[in-house]
């Protein structure tokens, strides 16, 4: 048999003082998506506690990183980039969260990277650029004969 470990203890632990305050809640007219909203933000304050007490550099991607960001996260702020109207931004902002979660991997912060498998959410096209166009003539007539 497999010991537990100590993170899934204290989670055990947890859950069970939570149902006293979970009965309050539905008594009070707080539902579950209203909970777990309200929830997001504590568990942000916290990690930030935890970083700063680690001496670790608190920015967006190490709070991300300890308070777990998930894959339907990533898909959703993918989505708002794009419905804005910056699919080549969503591109990069998918990038960098998977090049994140790769070194947290690596550092043995995070046991998986919820981007893996996510497929690029904007179509990136070639352009043609002038100042290419330029440079190729430029460098073409300066050859020397």
């Known amino acids: 048999m497999q010991s537990k470990l100590k993170s899934d203890e204290v989670l055990e632990a947890c859950v069970a003082s939570l149902l006293p305050l979970v009965r309050y809640c539905l008594l009070e007219g707080v539902n579950y ?14 990690a ?3 970083l700063a007490k680690r001496k670790v550099k608190i920015n967006d991607s190490a709070i991300s990183l300890l308070s777990g960001l998930h894959r339907k996260d990533v898909r959703e702020l993918l989505q708002g980039i794009v419905a804005r109207g910056a699919p080549i931004q969503a591109n990069r902002t998918l990038a960098l969260i998977r090049k994140v979660y790769n070194w947290g ?19 990136e096209t070639q352009r ?18």
């Open 33 to 46: 998506p209203q909970f777990i909203k309200a929830l997001k933000p504590i568990f942000a304050q916290a």
């Open 48 to 50: 930030k506690f935890e």
């Open 105 to 123: 991997m690596g550092q043995d912060l995070v046991p998986h990277n919820p981007c893996d498998r996510l497929p690029a959410p904007g179509k």
């Open 128 to 145: 043609d650029r002038v100042l290419n166009e330029i440079g190729k003539h430029t460098s073409e007539s300066s050859h020397i004969q």
